[in-house]
């Protein structure tokens, strides 16, 4: 049988334009749709999971496993995060859902963008809450808890979990900070606040070892390091230095052993070099090329994204183009020239 939870009509209140008091009564709202909840819950997250996907996802699993709910997991977990899961507890596609089962979609600005699942299983779900911080997040789901405001998917998870009434543990609290982590650069990043760190300071309260974790997510396979060098080697500083551009191609991987880690880290080792104010990445692969893009001093990433069919946030965001790396990397300067003219920084 279905189970709505008397729940009859779409919510899509994104909270960004309503304040505190709409995002706490929402906070509220999704708690009490999932204390009230009496069916499984499954959870997933987008592709190409990073540590905000992996942690939010994770944190309110083992939240909910201790409220005693049928939870399951699915999200393909990147090796350099393998670590945060125990065994079996993280599957990594679910070609259906059972019956009356709770969908929550976290950490995914765009439906289309979501991972772990089928379509058919998607379609497939009882009632769906959507979680989540990107200010492209349209309010998808039966349920949406959208606040651009979080520095973190997992500052949100982590308010929810509160809410919950769960007693807070370790293991609950080490994937919960994870996320905060990774999406502020080590707490480096514009968006790191004073409500973020407060929330960070929580987790440590609630026994995660600060330094162990800082250190294990910095840690990839000697391959990775391989790999940076032949990347690096091909950055340039188009649009009078404004911009610094970096790739990799499937013929450049081949020259490195399988496994190198994950390489979406690389546009995060020349996001500082002096003058620029947009760093980017661009992945060819073979029908497509992804492209990651990090700004500052009032430049948007989500601008020069947006343009190119993704999203993100201000300072990071990303796209997928169906280009190869030269016309990839053609559109993405037309469209970072555009943002650096509206900003002032180009003539």
């Known amino acids: 049988m279905t189970v709505r939870v008397g729940y009859s009509q779409r919510m899509t209140m994104n909270t960004a334009d309503t304040g505190e008091t709409g995002y706490s009564a929402k906070l509220r709202e999704v708690a009490a749709a999932l204390r009230g909840w009496t069916g499984p819950v499954a959870l997933v997250s987008h592709v190409d999971p990073d540590g905000d996907a992996l942690g939010s996802t994770l944190a309110l ?12 997991l699915a999200l393909d977990v990147p090796p350099y995060l393998q670590f945060l899961v125990g065994e079996d507890e993280v599957v990594p596609h679910l070609e259906g859902l059972a019956d009356g089962t709770l969908l929550c979609i976290l950490d995914v600005a765009d439906l289309p963008r979501t991972a772990g699942l089928s379509q058919e299983a998607l ?5 769906t809450v959507n979680i989540d911080h990107h200010g492209t997040n349209d309010g998808f789901g039966d349920l949406a808890l959208v606040e651009p405001g979080k520095a973190a998917t997992c500052q949100i998870v982590k308010e929810l979990i509160d809410e919950l009434g769960v007693t807070w543990t370790g293991d609950i609290a080490t994937p919960c900070l994870t996320g905060m982590i990774t999406d502020t650069g080590s707490f480096r990043f514009s968006n790191t606040d004073a409500s973020l760190l407060a929330a960070a300071a929580d987790m440590l309260r609630h026994g995660v070892d600060y330094a162990a974790l800082a250190d294990r997510l910095q840690r990839r396979p000697r391959s990775y390091y391989q790999m940076m060098g032949a990347v690096l080697s091909t950055l340039t500083y188009p649009l009078d230095g404004l911009v610094a551009v970096a790739h990799l191609t499937p013929a450049m991987e081949a020259e490195v052993e399988r496994d190198a880690g994950d390489s979406d880290d690389y546009v995060g080792l020349y996001r500082y070099a002096e003058g620029t104010k947009l760093a980017v990445f661009l992945k060819e692969r073979e029908d497509h090329t992804k492209v990651s893009v990090r700004s500052r001093d009032g430049v948007s990433a989500q601008n020069v994204c947006r343009e190119l069919g993704g999203g993100g946030h201000e300072a990071a965001a990303g796209a997928k183009l169906d280009a190869d790396l030269a016309e990839t990397r053609r559109r993405v300067l037309e469209a970072a020239q555009r943002e650096l003219r509206r900003t002032g920084h180009l003539q």
Do not use: Q
Request: proline content about 0%; hydrophobic content about 45%; overall charge negative.
């Open 61 to 72: 699993k083992r939240a909910l496993d201790s409220l005693g709910f049928d939870t399951v």
């Open 123 to 127: 379609d497939s779900a009882a009632f």
